[in-house]
DNA sequence: AGCCCCGTGTCAGGCCCGTGTCAGCTTGGC
DNA sequence: GCCAAGCTGACACGGGCCTGACACGGGGCT
């Protein structure tokens, strides 16, 4: 998944950074409004992780202005001391809200629950031809047996999942498991494809290519 | 997709059209106020790639105008030092601007992020006599047979799916599949209805050819 | 620390499929 | 019947895609 994080304080972006990767997931970083301003003109985003106190201006107005042209997922960022109840921020528009200093696990949890539930209504478990696909436990279960996902090859198939017999170009797979910054080449892509092909071959589910265009996955 | 770039700088424009070609779009290139508005009165586009200094004028001048009688997405391109913030851009009816130098990437990414905000949102599926065709999916289903098309049959499949009921032209079937300096014979044209046709004969869907005028799709 | 191992992204070589052209044929208009 | 316009099977080319091998780096274990 690809998410946005405003947040000035470096240390603690990049702290935040490194854990959400770990998950697999691309995260871009704006220290100020204006730069998330330019990011999300850019890029299509799964969650917007925002704090409220930022050099130039304040979280709230943003938030409320975004609304109402982004339909992206937030979850707001304050601190203790900023006075800020759950009722209060959830009026603004946004998804959740954590308060810091906060727990990378914490923070997690508080992701995938956000995205659960704005996502595409995504049951815990997929039915993907003959095998059962865990996204939240990055398992395929096949025939009784259940086998972890890589990191990459779990995010790949959480979007080929989502959009079911859609053509999903190499670039715009890019966009999804990569920040923007990350200099990745689209043989990248044919790589994890060809990786994800042998791990869904025995359940009948197939990655189609189309030239020139991108790949669809299908199943019976 | 069909671009129109006004840019008077040849070396940057051919780069530019090298570069969004190998997306799968066809690029027309104006180098002067003048022609991009002959380029206008001719074609319908889906973006506009505006260059703000010309030979010829100020761009933000044509840009006022154009937008009061055509409704194009406009993606504005201006030197560093020309100052132009977003909300300075925006006013003047511009979906986004970038400034140079540029990355080629982060020009796809923005023609992205502007077409699928401004886009018209394709339909899930089209109808099609007694088939339905998925234009995201690329492809077509009848009688529970689903079965994929190519890269050039879906994009003429949507051409004409879009023009229900009206005659094209070679000419202008060769310009919304081909970038205006591709040299290719109408020829081809004529090679892809027949492909076509194959595929939708069986779902009674015909592609009729007007002598001397051109191609109209009909169904039952 | 040192070691190993696993996950990741790149690269080069080769395959093969989509693509556009051509030549010869058919069709339609006058 | 003649010519132009359109149809079509066959073909060659080029580049998009695949894949095995590799280098790199970070984590975890001893």
Redesign the interface.
């Known amino acids: 998944m690809r998410f946005l994080l405003v947040e000035d304080n470096i240390e603690l972006a990049e702290a935040i950074i490194a854990r959400l990767s770990l998950d697999g997931h691309a995260v871009d970083h704006a220290k100020t409004l204006a730069a998330a301003?330019?990011w999300l003109?850019?890029?299509?985003y799964d969650l917007m992780l925002l704090d409220v106190m930022l050099p130039d201006g304040d979280g709230r107005a943003f938030l409320r202005k975004t609304r109402t042209t982004e339909r992206v997922p937030v979850i707001v960022l304050t601190a203790r001391s900023q006075v800020s109840d759950r009722v209060d921020t959830l009026d603004l528009g946004a998804d959740d809200y954590i308060t810091k200093p906060f727990d990378f696990a914490e923070l997690e949890a508080r992701c995938r629950a956000v995205l659960r539930r704005r996502g595409t209504p995504t049951p815990a478990l997929i039915p993907l031809g003959g095998a059962l696909f865990d996204p939240s436990g990055g398992t395929l279960s096949h025939d009784g047996e259940t086998k972890p996902l890589r990191n990459r090859e779990l995010r790949l198939l959480e979007v080929f999942a989502r959009n079911k017999?859609?053509?999903l170009s190499k670039?715009q797979l890019l966009?999804r498991l990569f920040s923007?910054d990350a200099e990745v080449s689209e043989n990248a892509i044919e790589v994890y494809v060809a990786r994800l092909r042998k791990r869904l071959s025995a359940a009948g589910v197939e990655i189609?290519t189309?030239?020139?265009?991108g790949y669809?996955m299908t199943w019976a």
Chains 1, 2 share one sequence.
Do not use: F, S
Request: charged share 45%.
């Open positions: 301003d330019e003109a850019v890029a299509e017999g859609k053509i670039t966009d923007q189609e189309v030239r020139g265009v669809r």
